[in-house]
């Protein structure tokens, strides 16, 4: 595989038939963007029945309960989850909460009703799959290892997350304080080093906005491609030098004929050069097609589709690039920006649910003190991009995890993952470290599940020059690999839709 990356800076099925889960996908996908909404239109605002009685967090057995929010700050409730690993599930039940206007005016109104409103919160999170996926992450990576291990599961159609996994303790770290309002986080203290983490390592915030992902940002050049007109056919005689237009520092080592950026392939020697489609290119993730394609295209067309698949830019030099100069940013296709292991699942959840986007969800059902279902909670989605174009980029998709396009071999020929053999059913993703090897990234998706996985050190932290150990990468892999298979196993198997072959050439 190519890995020249510039770095820059269950189960389901049995939970589907609540009215808050019921999603109609309507389609009308001809040309442009349709846009629906599953949320209740006009809905009215949630009001607590009862006052002092806290509100309730179950886990999506809809028996096992995961916190009671009687505290004045309700994150503090998350520290007493009886398993400690879901604390960052609680926590992030807690951020979706604040940000809900049908729960009040401002954050501070909506906590008041988290802690007094007696409401019962039927979350999202599998106590199987999550056992299972803390186990996986922690075998590759023990808890308090300088890199940081995340993963997360969601579910496409509905963005329901089903695990939040990481090799750190929900803890606070010795010597730091509780944040000092119940309805913001501001206070509470970031330490890189230990074992003991209370900050949103698998969703990411302004504070914690990620790490670089890689290669599966290559994805969003492929989409914005085919979304243009081309084909997944669409060939490139590559080289392994590719003398771009972008324009960077004549000093800088990737710079050549004064001041051109000139990625490298490295990798796989018999896809350092020759003539490339969007199968085996995305599939040995040749850098020199996508910054050669990705300038056909333009680079604020790729970034474009990456939001829209549900990639949030936090960190504010990536907001500034971005937006200003997007045009510009030859790299971003390289996956240079910070995300998270949760905004990788969702953009491929995106793909693989026909091109409909929906917000992250981590709570499947609500009720209030009364007993009545919780209107404008259920799954927030909408179609942004036409289902065959994300039949055609999740084709593309299939080549690097061992899987076969549905249009035979074209996938090309050469060392490929046995992610494929691990999941055993259809798959899509993509996967690699950056080129100094400080983070590696992972994405699987299948039709009823993605998980994503992220390796990588806070920006903060002293040691964010540590590589990846060998043989890190693999084990890493394989263990969001086997999440996926561990999620998958209770549901009956489905394909991917094929393309039409009119958008393959």
């Known amino acids: 595989m190519n890995e020249s990356i510039i770095e820059h800076g269950p189960e389901t099925g049995r939970r589907r038939g609540t009215a808050a889960l019921a999603v109609v996908l309507v389609v009308a996908a001809v040309a442009g963007i349709v846009v629906w909404r599953s949320r209740d239109e006009g809905a009215p605002v949630a009001r607590p029945a009862s006052k002092g009685q806290a509100s309730e967090l179950y886990a999506a057995d809809g028996t096992t309960l995961i916190a009671r929010f009687d505290t004045e700050d309700p994150r503090e409730a998350c520290l007493r989850v009886p398993v400690n690993d879901w604390g960052y599930y609680c926590d992030y039940v807690v951020t979706w909460w604040q940000a809900q206007e049908v729960f009040g005016a401002g954050k501070a109104e909506r906590v008041e009703r988290l802690r007094h409103g007696g409401f019962r919160v039927g979350g999202s999170l599998d ?282 071999d074209r996938c090309g020929a050469g060392a490929v993952t046995t992610v494929r053999d691990t999941v055993g059913r259809p798959v899509a993703g993509q996967l690699g470290p950056t080129t100094n090897r400080r983070t590696f990234s992972m994405v699987v998706a299948g039709p009823q599940l993605v998980t994503a996985g992220m390796i990588a050190t806070s920006p903060k932290a002293d040691t964010t020059s540590v590589e990846i150990a060998d043989g890190v990468p693999e084990r890493a892999t394989g263990a969001v690999a086997g999440v996926q298979h561990d999620g998958l196993a209770p549901l009956p198997a489905r394909d991917f839709t094929a393309p039409p072959q009119e958008i393959a050439g």
């Open 127 to 408: 106590p199987r799959l999550q056992a299972n996926a803390k186990r996986r992450v922690d075998a590759v990576l023990p808890v308090g290892d300088p890199k940081v291990f995340s993963l997360a599961t969601i579910e496409p159609g509905t963005g329901l997350i089903r695990t939040m996994a990481v090799n750190r303790n929900f803890r606070r770290p010795p010597g730091a304080s509780p944040a000092v309002s119940p309805a913001e986080r501001d206070g509470r203290p970031w330490r890189p080093a230990g074992p003991d983490l209370v900050d949103p390592l698998i969703s990411g915030d302004e504070d914690m906005p990620g790490a670089a992902a890689g290669a599966p940002f290559m994805m969003f050049t492929l989409a914005a491609a085919l979304e243009s007109g081309l084909k997944l056919d669409h060939a490139i005689d590559t080289k392994r030098v590719y003398e771009s237009n972008y324009r960077i520092d004549p000093s800088s080592p990737v710079a050549c004929n004064g001041g051109h950026w000139c990625p490298v392939n490295t990798g796989d020697t018999a896809y350092q050069s020759g003539r490339r489609t969007m199968w085996d290119a995305f599939g040995h993730s040749v850098v020199t097609y996508f910054v050669a394609l990705q300038e056909k295209v333009g680079a604020d067309k790729a970034i474009a589709m990456a939001k829209r698949l549900g990639i949030v830019f936090r960190a504010e030099e990536d907001k500034m690039l971005s937006q200003a100069a997007g045009a510009s940013w030859g790299a971003f296709t390289l996956g240079v920006s910070a995300t998270t292991a949760l905004d990788l699942a969702n953009a491929y959840a995106t793909l693989a649910a026909d091109g409909t986007h929906c917000d992250p969800l981590p709570v499947a059902k609500l009720t209030d003190a009364a007993g009545r279902p919780v209107v404008g909670t259920g799954p927030a989605c909408e179609a942004v991009l036409r289902p065959e174009v994300a039949r055609a980029a999740i084709d593309a998709g299939r080549c690097p995890v061992g899987d076969r396009s549905a249009f035979g």
